[in-house]
Nanobody, 128 residues
Framework: QVQLAESGGGLVQAGGSLRLSCTVS????????MGWFRQAPGKERAFVGA????????YYAESVKGRFTVSRDSTPKTVWLEMNSLKPDDTAVYYC?????????????????????WGQGTQVTVSS
């Protein structure tokens, strides 16, 4: 099994930056892609971005495109979410997730049911 742990959340002013990490452990041979999701108060969990675990192609939701960057380190085994130009609407609990699959279309990465392992989440709060 795969274990995921997010960290790096906190409080930041609008326009600022924050970098989240997702540390991966366990049986990593099953991982094809990694995704980032977020859930704001009173809202459904929403797709943020994803990365192909092997070739590192990245995909983003329209709401964060141009502001957020998903990347992967192989040593240590960490996936990053770099967030720039943050807005109050970015306030949410952020989760990373793992799937065995790899795609070339963003819409496939948006489906929560495609992911078999999830972290506990880390809180990001953006103030005006």
């Amino acid at each position: 099994q795969v274990q995921l742990a997010e960290s790096g959340g906190g409080l930041v002013q609008a326009g600022g930056s924050l970098r989240l990490s997702c540390t991966v452990s366990g049986r990593m041979s099953n991982i094809g892609s990694m995704g980032w999701f977020r859930q704001a108060p009173g809202k459904e969990r929403a797709f943020v971005g994803a990365i192909d675990y092997f070739i590192r192609s990245a995909y983003y939701a329209e709401s964060v495109k141009g502001r957020f960057t998903v990347s992967r380190d192989s040593t240590p085994k960490t996936v990053w979410l770099e967030m720039n130009s943050l807005k109050p609407d970015d306030t949410a609990v952020y989760y990373c997730a793992a799937t065995t699959l790899r795609w070339v279309s963003r819409e496939n990465y948006e489906v929560e049911g495609s992911y078999y392992s999830w972290g506990q989440g880390t809180q990001v709060t953006v103030s005006s």
